[in-house]
């Protein structure tokens, strides 16, 4: 099956910083999706990022898919921002795989 | 919109004991996802529905797990007998068919943190 990896494992940042995560996957792809586990567990969906470059206030997403990766763009962190972000990747027909995440911590 | 419901919250039990896990979708809803979540790892789909019926169980360990959805709306997930190697947060998800997250409304339940001892 398709694998999926992420890097970093982990992070910490200082409130201010920028980061980029990235998630690489083995094979083509039909949906990339970015999510943010919280420190409470609930996974909350970022982005539906299959290809091209799409911003949300401080964050942004771009993939590649011709490369087989994408990058996950924080600027200015928060405190609030800490927890865990996974890329999950689907292929046609197939279900979901999740990357094994980076763990982002924010200190104040 | 009410969000996709989990209960128990916790549950911790001892190894050889059964458990069991409820779900209740996002209404009108028709797919439904139950996910393991082992601590450091993203999560595993455990089983899928799609309705009532089930549309990919390839990653359940059928000799000691086992999941329904009657009716087609709620779900329930139970682990008979329970193994230390059980213990992660059993997540639950819906979508409104099969197909990407966003586009079809795909949403995590909080999850069941489950410790066996």
């Known amino acids: 099956g398709i694998q999926v990896e992420q890097s970093p494992p982990d992070l910490i940042l200082q409130e201010g910083a920028n980061s980029t995560l990235r998630c690489n996957f083995s094979d083509s792809v039909n949906n990339l999706q970015w999510f943010h586990q919280n420190p409470w567990g609930q996974l909350i969906n970022l982005f539906y990022?299959?290809?091209g470059t799409k911003q949300n206030g401080r964050l942004s997403a771009t993939t590649v898919a011709t490369e087989r990766y994408s990058l996950l763009y924080i600027s200015s962190s928060q405190t609030t921002d800490s927890g865990v972000y996974f890329c999950a990747v689907d292929r046609w027909g197939q279900n979901f795989v999740f990357g094994p995440g980076t763990r982002l911590s924010v200190l104040p | 919109e009410a969000g996709v419901a989990q209960s128990p919250r916790y549950k911790i039990i001892e190894k050889r004991q059964s458990v069991a896990f409820w779900c209740n979708p996002i209404?009108?809803?028709?797919?439904l996802y139950w996910y393991q979540q082992i601590l450091g790892q993203g999560p595993k789909l455990l089983i899928q529905?799609?309705?009532?019926?089930?549309?990919?169980d390839s990653q359940l360990p059928k000799d000691r797990f086992s999941a329904e959805r009657l009716k087609g709306v709620d779900s329930t997930l139970k682990i008979q007998p329970a193994k230390l190697e059980d213990s992660a947060v059993y997540l639950c998800a819906s979508s409104l068919e099969r197909g990407t997250f966003i586009r079809d409304g795909y949403t995590f339940g909080s999850g069941t943190r489950l410790t066996v001892v």
């Open positions: 529905f799609q309705n009532n019926g089930v549309v990919d």
């Open positions: 990022i299959p290809s």
């Open positions: 209404s009108g809803h028709a797919t």
